[in-house]
């Protein structure tokens, strides 16, 4: 007879997240919105052994793990967020959360092998998700099928995707995030055609992206879409930090001459650095831009010629 598939409830990665949140407050203090890029580390990410079986594990911050220079930037990147932890806490204790105890859920039922790429998008979603709701005040609905959002009710019938979170209600629907860890260039392209279709029927639709991935110039491209309307990083200060540009000189005293080196590749690497500085929004930034979204349809004046509706009768 076959073996009975592995299925979880459907709420299981939400309350997942909600039991890990609420025990790591008891080990890395309340959950704030200046820290709550700590709490999506701790849920979402996970030590990779590369090379497999050496004893060796690096944090996953992107797909650039094979090189030495993929390395250094993800233990640059540990040691960064190990600061941010109480003293006799370590990330490599209270990382990978979801991975946990998806593993336990597995062998519970008699499963053993797995892979990480649906358990991260899942885990992501599902973070962020809990992390609006508790710090925003509003709760995203999570993938939903395209054709039950306003001005997509006749959308193709076996359209593939699914919006990872959208803001606030199947009615309202004004915000669309698309959660990504990490960012594959050969991939890019299939993230901007969804926002231009969903632009294209809703000329008004908010499209952002929250990213954790750490390279540089993939942020750049997607940053630099016309199609994308924000793109928010989960630990922006630690990628900053991470590529910041002449590493031995102080945060911001640089040479005049340095600078005006054409020549010197980290002179290119300075603009770029600015140049993403400028673009790329924290977490925090994203808790006050759904804040404000939904301020601005309290705060507008009511038609004096349309029928008043009770808004509280009619949330979703």
């Known amino acids: 007879m076959p073996l009975k598939a592995f299925a979880l409830r459907g709420s299981w990665y939400r309350e997942t997240i909600e039991s890990s949140i609420d025990g790591l407050e008891k080990l890395v203090g309340q959950l704030t919105e200046d820290n709550a890029w700590l709490f999506l580390y701790c849920c979402v990410a996970w030590f990779e052994e590369i090379p497999r079986r050496s004893g060796n594990f690096y944090l996953h911050i992107n797909d650039r793990l094979k090189s030495q220079a993929g390395r250094t930037l993800a233990k640059r990147v540990e040691q960064a967020i190990q600061k941010s932890l109480p003293a006799g806490v370590t990330l490599r204790d209270v990382v990978d959360q979801v991975g946990r105890a998806y593993d336990r859920e597995r062998k519970d039922q008699g499963f053993e092998e797995w892979q990480r790429n649906n358990v991260t998008g899942n885990a992501f979603e599902a973070a962020l998700q809990v992390l609006i709701a508790r710090l925003a005040g509003q709760i995203p609905s999570r993938t939903p099928r395209l ?167 009619n949330s979703d």
């Open 147 to 313: 054709n039950t959002l306003a001005g997509f009710e006749l959308a193709p019938q076996g359209y593939h995707s699914r919006p990872d979170l959208v803001m606030f209600s199947a009615r309202d629907f004004r915000l669309l995030i698309s959660t990504k860890w990490t960012l594959r260039k050969e991939r890019l392209g299939t993230y901007l055609h969804e926002a231009y279709f969903y632009k294209k029927r809703r000329p008004d639709l908010q499209v952002a992206f929250v990213v954790a991935e750490f390279n540089l110039n993939i942020l750049e491209w997607l940053c630099d879409d016309p199609l994308v309307d924000r793109v928010y990083h989960i630990s922006r200060g630690e990628l900053l930090a991470a590529h910041r540009p002449f590493q031995d000189y102080g945060e911001s005293t640089y040479p005049v001459s340095l600078l005006l080196d054409v020549n010197d590749k980290r002179v290119r690497g300075y603009g770029r650095w600015l140049k993403i500085q400028s673009k790329l929004f924290d977490l925090s930034q994203l808790f006050e831009d759904i804040r404000t979204l939904r301020r601005l349809d309290r705060d507008s004046p009511v038609d004096p010629d349309g029928e008043e509706v009770d808004e509280e009768a």
